[in-house]
């Protein structure tokens, strides 16, 4: 096994003798755009982590259809809930492009949480950073029309990707960020039409905020978006900035001093 994958397990917070005991029952793995890494419902799925690639935490349904409610992006944990509450996996995780992963058996990331309290209060942290930017999706689709669904919704999925390994930010940041997937998906979990989603496209992309290709989005000047999210969180900006252009006013304010 790789120095990376033992320094990757270290910085959780586990002991050496816990990294020691994982590192054999450790498992890469490669999967293909659309290929399912866990279905919901199975028993004790294994805790996952996102090499390269992106991949959508959703729900199912009857139809066979995926409603995605989180998008995760290299340097992700994913699968926690299920060795969290012990119960078998309540969302499904589909790929939105090909993946790279590793896993780790449940039994053995669910014993580290009961015996590591270092790598117990990583796991807290980190899921309580991802459940405030939920509770953040769900206040703009609440409270906020169309254009800020869209724009700071997009400023919050740049800063879940930057901030990779949860509540610790990236600070080699690069000054624009690709997020390769669909417009259909991005205007769902921003809780907007498709069509609404690319008409705010059109106008960020004009004025020079992000560049848009088949299957893609590339957020340019990656610094302000990120900014963006911090402002919105303190300022609650959705609710005072309504349309497009207030918005890219906004940024390009923030942008001074971003």
Not at 44 to 70: D, K, Q, R, Y
Not at 91 to 107: D, G, K
Not at 142 to 165: D, H
């Amino acid at each position: 096994m790789s120095i990376n994958t033992y320094t990757l397990l270290k910085n959780l917070g586990l002991s050496e003798r816990q990294v020691v005991s994982m590192l054999p029952a450790v498992a890469n793995k490669t999967y293909s755009s659309d290929q399912i890494i866990c279905p919901k419902g199975q028993p004790e799925p294994p805790w996952t982590h996102i090499f390269s690639g992106m991949v959508c935490g959703g729900i199912a349904s009857s139809e066979a259809a995926h409603n995605p409610l989180s998008i995760f992006g290299p340097g992700t944990w994913i699968g926690e809930a299920a060795f969290l509450n012990r119960k078998p996996a309540q969302l499904e995780y589909v790929c939105l492009s090909p993946v790279r992963v590793m896993h780790i058996p449940y039994a053995m990331v669910q014993d580290a949480y009961e015996r590591e309290p270092e790598f117990s209060r990583y796991i807290g942290r980190m899921v309580s950073w991802r459940d405030q930017h939920r509770i953040e999706m769900l206040g703009l689709a609440r409270l906020a029309t169309p254009p800020p669904r869209v724009i700071i919704g997009l400023a919050l999925f740049a800063e879940a990707l930057q901030c990779a390994y949860t509540h610790v930010p990236n600070r080699h940041l690069e000054s624009a960020l690709e997020i390769p997937v669909k417009q259909a998906v991005l205007a769902f979990l921003c809780g907007v039409s498709r069509g609404i989603f690319s008409l705010c496209l059109q106008q960020l992309a004009a004025g020079g905020w992000c560049q848009v290709s088949y299957a893609s989005i590339t957020l340019l000047r990656l610094k302000t978006w990120l900014r963006l999210a911090e402002v919105h969180r303190s300022q609650h900006l959705a609710l005072s900035h309504t349309t497009v252009p207030e918005l890219i006013a906004l940024m390009a304010h923030e942008g001074n001093f971003g």
